[in-house]
């Protein structure tokens, strides 16, 4: 597997609040992957998502803060960034090749624009991609609903293309 990080991406009071696909799940699942992943050392990384001034997202608003039950320790790494993906302009990239990081565990929100942006910049930058599928939510669009958005990206998209994707407790248990 190599040496892993955690990639925790846009778990903010703003997109929790408004109740994401299976919340409770997801977050008993992210906090689950963030208590092993301390345990073992595996660094956590996260990304935070900066919306403009008037978005509920506007970089030091209450919404903007990383949920409090997730939130980072302070040795632990916040990439700030403004665009769909976590490597757009964040340095995320140089800091985890500096580490020499190659298996990156992907969760956190939302699945169809960051989640799914952040897998396929990660893939064409050659890390190896597990994808926490009990840990990663999004909401109900016009079109599809959550639990259809989120399934149709788990099977149909990413899993054995772009990575791994299996529930937490599996990954918990590869660690």
């Known amino acids: 597997m190599g040496k892993t990080a955690l990639l925790v991406i846009d778990v903010q009071n703003a997109l929790v609040k408004e ?3 299976q919340e409770e799940g997801m977050l008993h699942s992210l906090e689950n992957l ?3 992943c301390r345990d073992k050392n595996i660094e956590i990384i996260y990304v935070q998502h900066n919306g403009d001034k008037e978005e509920d997202l506007a ?3 209450e919404g903007w803060q990383i ?3 997730i939130k980072p320790l302070g040795t632990e790494r916040v990439f700030h960034k403004n665009y769909n993906s976590a490597f757009k302009d964040t340095g995320m990239q140089d800091y985890l090749d500096t580490k020499e990081f190659t298996t990156l565990i992907i969760a956190g929100m939302q699945t169809e ?3 799914d942006t ?3 910049v990660a893939f064409e930058n050659g890390f190896n991609l597990i994808i926490a599928k009990d840990a990663i939510s999004t ?3 016009p079109l599809m609903t959550a639990k259809e958005i989120c399934e149709f990206y788990y099977y149909k998209i990413w899993n054995n293309r772009f990575g791994m994707v299996i ?3 599996d990954i918990i248990n590869n660690l």
């Open 19 to 21: 109740h994401p696909y």
């Open 34 to 36: 963030i208590s092993c």
């Open 59 to 61: 970089p030091g608003t």
């Open 67 to 69: 949920y409090d039950k």
């Open 113 to 115: 624009y960051c989640i």
């Open 118 to 120: 952040s897998i396929k």
């Open 139 to 141: 909401f109900d669009q």
């Open 167 to 169: 529930g937490s407790n």
